[in-house]
């Protein structure tokens, strides 16, 4: 789509700008479920993502991201981004599915104390019918009256990463379904989601390895110390914390490449090469940390699951689109 | 063809027109700038001074850093402007400017240049804060602006960019092998324009050595070339004529003047802009 970027630069939409985003937006939804329950996205649908995109970002912004790109593909790229904001800001209205899936994992494992009925979340032995309906805000004060690990990124730093211990998430549950009775799975998710600090995260995480023992409370060296975390786990959480170009230069920095390599596969000048080297030994050491020992293992895990990504990617058939996930 | 009701959505959205004019650049001025493979957005903090126009850049998206602020200009466009990271661009390297900022927001800018501007978000303290990544690209970007530059090296700016050859050949020589008139062979020969890649191989031969390639050009066209007013056309001729090297189309065009020039015998400075439009004009 030659002379994409230089029309929109001047405000000039045109049949090129429908179709590649058309393109983007088609490539953007196929990894998310289509709207309403369909069982796939419609033209229209696609339609309708196109134009809350565009509404969402301003026809201003569209003719500057324009006039900023240096290319075609540049531009595009950009646009490809904005599609992808507007598929996760839609998904934010929803506790996001990954919380549900470790709420439910960390649930499923205690039979003993926690059961599915009709779609709720119900401890066992209790026979109250659902009834709550006073919304979340009560039970997410309950939920924090139970004290948790707290697992950060890195001693320095406070923000928390979006992951806890499963003990902890059936801790925090139990009290919750105390209060609350039977609870749909989606409030429970909502409602830990809060807990955590995950209403917008993408994922929602668990590091321990094997379910621990229900009755074991928590050691106070636990408390301010990190468990030994099985090695995939912590190479699988990482993977998603790598952006798309670190995910590229991971193998360079990992044997002992510099800056200059890291500079010459991303086709990047020195400031950005060094900042990504950087973030890159940063991510490395945090492994290390959560796998603990030195993290060969888990580094060397996490090598194989980036070159399986990679080899994936090239496989699929994306219509030669760069934009493609 | 049947209407497509996307773009008649879309066409029914607010689009602004930017300016894409080339003006003598102002402070408060929201450009485009570009060199090569390297484009950014920039706003220009005073008028150009000679070769140089200083500038700070703007980003299209959130979230900024805690000097950046959210500027608004006169035609609805709203970039955040990264006043923490202010440099000296070339001025040749300016392409259009897209609008200008408000008096508000421009003034806003230089207090966030300044530091005493409250700030939006907070600083960028930690590398693995992807915002890190943002002003990284941002100040490579500003560097190869900066750095940016059409004119050859010269290694010897005294000597003639030929001497480099064990013998100087006569200008006539030169003119007839060239193909040029003897004037014209003079001012290669005083290193008054670059040869071309056809003359730089045929010269080879007559010396037995390649020439220098560095050409000495009048300081006051160099900074009257740089002007942005030249710029379209200028890019133009290097589609048509250098397989889009502007820098090359720069040169060319340097010779061209400075051979204009030295057929007038007027006395004084030189109006190269004058020159320049007259010659740029078809």
Same mark, same amino acid.
């Given at each position: 789509?030659?002379?994409?970027?230089?029309?929109?630069?001047?405000?000039?939409?045109?049949?090129?700008?429908?179709?590649?985003?058309?393109?983007?937006?088609?490539?953007?939804?196929?990894?998310?479920?289509?709207?309403?329950?369909?069982?796939?996205?419609?033209?229209?649908?696609?339609?309708?993502?196109?134009?809350?995109?565009?509404?969402?970002?301003?026809?201003?912004?569209?003719?500057?991201?324009?006039?900023?790109?240096?290319?075609?593909?540049?531009?595009?790229?950009?646009?490809?981004?904005?599609?992808?904001?507007?598929?996760?800001?839609?998904?934010?209205?929803?506790?996001?599915?990954?919380?549900?899936?470790?709420?439910?994992?960390?649930?499923?494992?205690?039979?003993?104390?926690?059961?599915?009925?009709?779609?709720?979340?119900?401890?066992?032995?209790?026979?109250?019918?659902?009834?709550?309906?006073?919304?979340?805000?009560?039970?997410?004060?309950?939920?924090?009256?139970?004290?948790?690990?707290?697992?950060?990124?890195?001693?320095?730093?406070?923000?928390?990463?979006?992951?806890?211990?499963?003990?902890?998430?059936?801790?925090?549950?139990?009290?919750?379904?105390?209060?609350?009775?039977?609870?749909?799975?989606?409030?429970?998710?909502?409602?830990?989601?809060?807990?955590?600090?995950?209403?917008?995260?993408?994922?929602?995480?668990?590091?321990?390895?094997?379910?621990?023992?229900?009755?074991?409370?928590?050691?106070?060296?636990?408390?301010?110390?990190?468990?030994?975390?099985?090695?995939?786990?912590?190479?699988?959480?990482?993977?998603?914390?790598?952006?798309?170009?670190?995910?590229?230069?991971?193998?360079?920095?990992?044997?002992?490449?510099?800056?200059?390599?890291?500079?010459?596969?991303?086709?990047?000048?020195?400031?950005?090469?060094?900042?990504?080297?950087?973030?890159?030994?940063?991510?490395?050491?945090?492994?290390?940390?959560?796998?603990?020992?030195?993290?060969?293992?888990?580094?060397?895990?996490?090598?194989?699951?980036?070159?399986?990504?990679?080899?994936?990617?090239?496989?699929?058939?994306?219509?030669?689109?760069?934009?493609?996930? | 063809?049947?209407?497509?009701?996307?773009?008649?959505?879309?066409?029914?959205?607010?689009?602004?027109?930017?300016?894409?004019?080339?003006?003598?650049?102002?402070?408060?001025?929201?450009?485009?700038?570009?060199?090569?493979?390297?484009?950014?957005?920039?706003?220009?903090?005073?008028?150009?001074?000679?070769?140089?126009?200083?500038?700070?850049?703007?980003?299209?998206?959130?979230?900024?850093?805690?000097?950046?602020?959210?500027?608004?200009?006169?035609?609805?466009?709203?970039?955040?402007?990264?006043?923490?990271?202010?440099?000296?661009?070339?001025?040749?390297?300016?392409?259009?400017?897209?609008?200008?900022?408000?008096?508000?927001?421009?003034?806003?800018?230089?207090?966030?240049?300044?530091?005493?501007?409250?700030?939006?978000?907070?600083?960028?303290?930690?590398?693995?804060?992807?915002?890190?990544?943002?002003?990284?690209?941002?100040?490579?970007?500003?560097?190869?602006?900066?750095?940016?530059?059409?004119?050859?090296?010269?290694?010897?700016?005294?000597?003639?960019?030929?001497?480099?050859?064990?013998?100087?050949?006569?200008?006539?020589?030169?003119?007839?092998?060239?193909?040029?008139?003897?004037?014209?062979?003079?001012?290669?020969?005083?290193?008054?324009?670059?040869?071309?890649?056809? !003359? *730089?191989?045929?010269?080879?031969? %007559?010396? #037995?050595?390649?020439? /220098? +390639?560095? $050409?000495?050009?009048? @300081?006051?066209?160099?900074?009257?070339?740089?002007?942005?007013?030249?710029?379209?056309?200028?890019?133009?001729?290097?589609?048509?004529?250098?397989?889009?090297? !502007? *820098?090359?189309?720069?040169?060319? %065009?340097? #010779?061209?003047?400075? /051979? +204009?020039? $030295?057929?007038?015998? @007027?006395?004084?400075?030189?109006?190269?802009?004058?020159?320049?439009?007259?010659?740029?004009?078809?």
């Amino acid at each position: 789509m030659d002379g994409l970027q230089a029309a929109t630069a001047a405000g000039n939409i045109d049949e090129r700008f429908v179709e590649v985003l058309r393109r983007v937006a088609t490539v953007a939804s196929r990894a998310r479920a289509a709207p309403n329950g369909a069982p796939r996205w419609s033209a229209e649908d696609i339609d309708d993502l196109a134009l809350e995109t565009i509404g969402r970002v301003t026809p201003a912004k569209v003719v500057l991201a324009a006039q900023r790109a240096s290319s075609d593909i540049e531009f595009r790229g950009w646009l490809a981004a904005a599609v992808r904001t507007t598929l996760n800001l839609r998904a934010r209205e929803t506790p996001s599915g990954q919380v549900m899936r470790a709420v439910d994992d960390a649930l499923r494992e205690d039979p003993l104390r926690f059961v599915v009925i009709d779609g709720h979340w119900t401890l066992v032995g209790d026979e109250r019918p659902p009834s709550w309906c006073a919304g979340t805000e009560q039970l997410v004060r309950e939920a924090w009256k139970v004290e948790t690990t707290l697992i950060r990124h890195s001693a320095a730093v406070e923000k928390t990463p979006p992951m806890a211990h499963r003990r902890d998430i059936r801790a925090v549950a139990e009290v919750v379904l105390l209060l609350a009775g039977p609870l749909p799975k989606v409030v429970l998710a909502e409602t830990l989601a809060a807990r955590f600090n995950v209403m917008f995260a993408a994922r929602f995480d668990y590091l321990d390895r094997e379910p621990d023992g229900q009755n074991e409370p928590p050691s106070s060296d636990a408390l301010t110390a990190y468990e030994e975390v099985d090695d995939r786990l912590a190479a699988e959480w990482m993977l998603n914390e790598l952006t798309a170009e670190e995910r590229r230069v991971l193998a360079i920095v990992a044997t002992g490449g510099g800056v200059r390599g890291v500079g010459a596969e991303l086709a990047c000048a020195n400031e950005k090469a060094a900042t990504v080297t950087k973030r890159l030994h940063a991510k490395l050491r945090r492994l290390a940390e959560l796998s603990g020992g030195d993290g060969e293992a888990a580094t060397e895990i996490l090598l194989d699951l980036v070159g399986r990504e990679n080899t994936l990617r090239h496989s699929l058939d994306n219509d030669g689109d760069p934009d493609a996930t | 063809m049947p209407p497509d009701p996307l773009l008649d959505r879309l066409r029914r959205l607010p689009w602004p027109e930017p300016a894409r004019d080339q003006p003598e650049p102002e402070a408060g001025q929201l450009w485009r700038a570009a060199w090569q493979h390297v484009a950014c957005l920039v706003v220009t903090l005073e008028p150009a001074a000679g070769r140089k126009v200083a500038v700070v850049p703007a980003t299209v998206d959130d979230p900024g850093d805690d000097r950046t602020v959210v500027a608004e200009t006169s035609t609805g466009f709203s970039p955040l402007v990264w006043a923490g990271l202010s440099a000296e661009i070339k001025l040749f390297t300016l392409e259009h400017r897209i609008a200008d900022l408000t008096s508000d927001s421009f003034a806003a800018v230089l207090d966030a240049v300044a530091g005493k501007a409250p700030p939006r978000w907070a600083p960028i303290d930690d590398v693995l804060d992807d915002r890190a990544l943002i002003r990284a690209e941002l100040i490579d970007e500003l560097q190869a602006l900066v750095e940016a530059e059409w004119l050859r090296p010269v290694a010897d700016p005294i000597s003639p960019p030929i001497a480099s050859a064990s013998t100087v050949p006569a200008p006539s020589e030169v003119a007839r092998i060239l193909g040029t008139t003897p004037g014209d062979a003079r001012r290669l020969l005083q290193g008054l324009r670059e040869p071309t890649s056809a !003359e *730089a191989e045929r010269l080879t031969e %007559l010396l #037995g050595a390649p020439p /220098s +390639m560095g $050409a000495t050009f009048d @300081e006051d066209l160099i900074v009257d070339m740089d002007s942005p007013e030249f710029r379209p056309v200028i890019f133009h001729r290097a589609d048509q004529d250098h397989a889009g090297d !502007e *820098a090359a189309a720069r040169r060319a %065009l340097a #010779g061209e003047m400075m /051979s +204009m020039a $030295a057929r007038q015998r @007027e006395p004084g400075r030189r109006n190269w802009k004058a020159l320049l439009r007259d010659a740029l004009r078809d």
